[in-house]
């Protein structure tokens, strides 16, 4: 684990230490059911569901961490399953409690708003990647021109522009 973080909403009658790893936050059980303000069994009902219904594989959203807890006056550590963030979304959606309605809410804003930021996102390096390229293919057509064309010997002077010309290579022959 790399960082451990406390939540705690104003509807929570606790707080609840989230773990922060492998780029995924990560609770137990009794903290999901605390989150939704729901009891353990009632939560494990939909974690199994979750997991037999096929909307998450199991072996790659639940991990087993050392915790230590306070048993009977006793400091013992066990290893306890956390569940990543898919799960505690998907919970959370089915899970039927001011809380989760709450979660609900939120999470339905919180995607909202990245899709939003996304969408703006790809689209402006979309844009930008067009931009680029334009522009490669501009020096591919002067890198091909300078290579294997003559540069040109005549007509680079438009009419009327003789006299600018003489005097051009008139200065040109003084600077020698």
């Excluded at 915790?67 to 799960?87: A, C, M, P, S």
């Excluded at 293919?137 to 007509?155: M, R, S, Y």
């Amino acid at each position: 684990m790399n960082e451990i973080i406390l939540y705690q909403a104003d509807e929570l009658p606790e707080r609840i230490e989230v773990r922060v790893g492998e780029e995924t936050v990560w609770l137990n059980r009794q903290q999901i059911a605390s989150l939704f303000g729901r009891d353990v069994k009632t939560i494990g009902k939909h974690i199994n569901n979750v997991f037999s219904e096929g909307e998450l594989v199991e072996n790659s959203t639940v991990a087993k961490f050392a915790t230590v807890q306070n048993e009977g006056g006793r400091i013992i550590e066990r290893q306890i399953e956390y569940y990543n963030l898919d799960v505690i979304i998907s919970v959370g959606y089915r899970v039927k409690s001011k809380q989760g309605t709450q979660f609900r809410i939120w999470a339905t804003n919180v995607l909202r708003e990245y899709l939003m930021k996304g969408y703006a996102v790809n689209n402006r390096i979309n844009r930008l990647e067009d931009k680029i390229d334009s522009i490669n293919q501009k020096v591919n057509e002067i890198d091909f021109q300078i290579k294997f064309a003559e540069l040109p010997t005549q007509g680079i002077f438009f009419d009327g522009q003789i006299f600018d010309a003489y005097e051009f290579v008139s200065k040109l022959n003084r600077s020698n």
